[in-house]
């Protein structure tokens, strides 16, 4: 075994003093362009845990649920914190072309959407499928019944089956009415809707567990609604009065 010199032993231990400032400086600055950096653009966005236990929905696997929730939706929490980094580190550009910005702001927009339905779709599952509370009042106002809201509910899922988007029961505050809306993708939304209960028509969605019959998947959606949170959404909404 070699021994270390005094000289030696002082020379490390500068060095790794040095390394230490060098790392405390880095972080300070770190810290220092975050305080900087407008809170919009911030990129600090988290997932949000499942709300409920995926093992214990009916006709929808825990690998289906999970794998929606770690790849699909943290997947758009991390490209909307990216995209958020990115427009800070333009937003001083003076010579940026105005199209390469306009085409991370519709990064932007897609990936906020894609983040605020898939956290809709998440928190309204895990229930037992029993429609009531101010939702199911919304549904009797608007549609006279349930079974004639979950029709065109269904209906309109099916006609987005095979391709990608939502469906959004969602209460607008311009019209003060409630619609099941039709969305191609995360940015066709209605002006002023407030979502209630999202489902998510992306094959990715269902897939895993029902290949190209998309019905089924509708259908077993359906089972495990949790309309608490749909109702609370809507009293929510119903006190706002933003029209």
Known sequence: ????????????????GAGVALAAGAEAEA?????????????????KPL?????????ISEKLIRSHHENNYTGAVKALNAVEQ???AM?????????????LKREELVRTGSVALHEIYFAGLGGDGKSGGKALDLIKQFWGGYEQWELEFKRTANALSGGSGWVVFAYNFHTGEAHNYWAW???????????????DMYEHSYQMDYGAAAAKYIDAFMLNVNWEEVSRRA??????NLA
């Open 86 to 88: 990115r427009l800070a």
């Open 185 to 199: 993708d995360h940015m066709h939304n209605a002006p002023m809707s407030r979502p209630l209960l999202a489902l």
């Open 235 to 240: 009293e929510t909404a119903l006190k706002a």
């Open 31 to 47: 810290q220092t362009a975050m305080a900087q950096t407008p809170t919009a653009f911030r990129g600090q966005h988290q997932p």
């Open 91 to 103: 937003l001083n550009d003076k010579d940026l072309p105005p199209y390469v910005y306009g085409d």
């Open 51 to 59: 709300p409920f236990d995926p093992a214990k929905l009916k006709g």
């Open 1 to 16: 075994m070699s021994k270390i010199t005094r000289r030696e032993a002082i020379e490390s231990i500068i060095t790794a």
